[in-house]
């Protein structure tokens, strides 16, 4: 005996009407007055995981780190896989799976374009985590070596040898952009060598000419030269610095820069003058030290004339005794006063009487992090303006140093013993009192 199956017919419901969507009142204020922000994350500031179309932006934690003088950004994920992820335009979360190209957005602006490089899982009976970091796109052409036949760039320029080994990798999104001036000198002879990374040869060949390298949220090189900066926002003690530490030390101070190489030879120019070429730089230390007899030799890394000796001592100066004064400051949020993301290689004023500091310091590393626990930080390393080739025309304040330009003139290096009696001298007269800057706090927004 068999059961017949019996067919019901559809039954149809009529879902009730929803009500109508209410407009959401829009942002009048980037942070809530009064203090610090009650909330996390305060609705601006919100960080966009990008993959294939689909935006993410449902974290526990996140880290963003962009370095000026470095070869690639970086960035560090942690989320709940599964549960209560907000993915915009609906469908399934991304796996986060290594290898994928993604864009990151903090406060609704590009900070990274790069790629996943690890993922990794934890789970128990009751969660499911995951964590995945990145590098910008920049780390594909970095750490990648040059391949052809010769390796030769004979008589070529910085730019135009930086051009030729990166040509490879603008199909992944990796082009260049200038600041400032580089030196067109091209070198009379210049290889790159069997397995030396794209990275180590232009910054190898930029040493001599002078050029700063890092990256931009596009995934660009930044080829940086000498250049006049201005501040282009103020962090200041007891308005919007959270904590700061500020070093001042002579550890990478000499007192003098000597540089020794040789030149390709011919009729005009051979044995010493080919062989024993030299360029030398005084140093800084004499303005911080009594005892201040301490040179530095550094040999070049590429063949060169005199002049080519002598720049490349300028610039060992520049790298050494601007690393005088530095500050690692935090602030709230991740957007200055003019509703910009912070951004590394920016100038800003320091103004922090219990350093003290009232200085123009350029921004080296900018590391961007959020957290249920400590809310939307940025963390700025300020440094002075010429260890980025940067010159800040910008007068301070009257009657305070300001060490953030360029030394007009070296100090002449004390090579004989001191007498006794000037040793342990004071140097100067104690500088007055800092003063603020002139309407540091117009237009500020409120914390």
Not at 92 to 107: D, E, S, T
Not at 133 to 155: C, I, K, P, Q, Y
Not at 329 to 344: E, F, S
Request: proline residues 10%; aromatic residues 8%; glycine residues 10%.
């Amino acid at each position: 005996m068999t059961a017949d199956t019996i067919e019901l017919p559809p039954v149809e419901v009529e879902a009730p009407a929803l009500p109508p969507e209410e407009e959401e009142p829009p942002i009048t204020q980037l942070r809530p007055p009064g203090g610090l922000p009650p909330i996390w994350p305060w609705p601006p500031e919100v960080a966009e995981v990008i993959v294939s179309g689909q935006i993410s932006n449902t974290w526990e934690s996140v880290e963003v780190q962009i370095n000026y003088a470095e070869a690639w950004p970086s960035f560090k994920f942690q989320t709940v896989e599964g549960q209560n992820q907000d993915v915009q335009g609906g469908g399934r979360a991304p796996m986060y799976l290594p290898g994928q190209y993604v864009q990151i957005k903090l406060g609704g602006q590009l900070a990274v374009t790069g790629i996943i490089v690890t993922r990794q899982t934890a789970y128990d009976a009751t969660h499911h985590q995951i964590q995945f970091e990145g590098r910008g796109v920049t780390w594909l052409a970095a750490r990648a070596s040059h391949l052809d036949t010769t390796g030769n760039f004979d008589g070529m320029s910085f730019l135009e040898a930086a051009e030729t080994v990166l040509a490879p990798f603008a199909g992944d999104g990796v082009g260049i952009t200038i600041r400032g001036e580089l030196d067109p000198k091209p070198f009379p002879k210049l290889h790159i060598w069997p397995g030396e990374t794209i990275w180590n040869f232009i910054e190898r060949i930029g040493r001599p000419r002078g050029v700063v390298i890092g990256t931009d949220p596009k995934g660009n090189f930044i080829f940086t030269g000498y250049h006049t900066t201005e501040p282009g926002d103020m962090v200041i003690e007891g308005k919007n610095i959270k904590t700061c530490n500020a070093i001042l030390s002579i550890e990478g101070i000499f007192s003098e820069y000597d540089v020794r190489g040789s030149q390709p030879g011919d009729d005009q120019t051979n044995g010493a003058a080919a062989s024993e070429v030299h360029g030398e730089h005084p140093g800084d230390l004499g303005k911080y030290s009594a005892r201040s007899y301490s040179p530095n030799l550094t040999p070049a890394e590429e063949p060169g004339d005199q002049s080519d000796m002598q720049y490349r001592a300028k610039h060992e100066h520049e790298w050494h005794d601007f690393t005088y004064a530095q500050a690692v400051v935090t602030v709230y949020g991740w957007l200055q006063q003019n509703g910009l993301l912070w951004q590394a290689g920016q100038s800003v004023l320091l103004y922090s009487p219990m350093i003290p500091f009232n200085q123009v310091m350029s921004v080296q590393r900018v590391t961007f992090t959020q957290s249920n626990a400590h809310g939307t930080l940025t963390t700025l390393d300020l440094v002075l303006p010429g260890l980025l080739q940067g010159s800040a025309l910008f007068n301070v304040s009257k009657g305070v140093p300001d060490i953030s330009d360029k030394p007009k003139e070296g100090t002449t290096p004390q090579k004989q013993p001191l007498p006794q009696q000037q040793h342990g001298a004071p140097r100067a007269q104690q500088a007055p009192p800092l003063a603020p800057p002139a309407n540091p706090f117009a237009n500020w927004r409120h914390f």
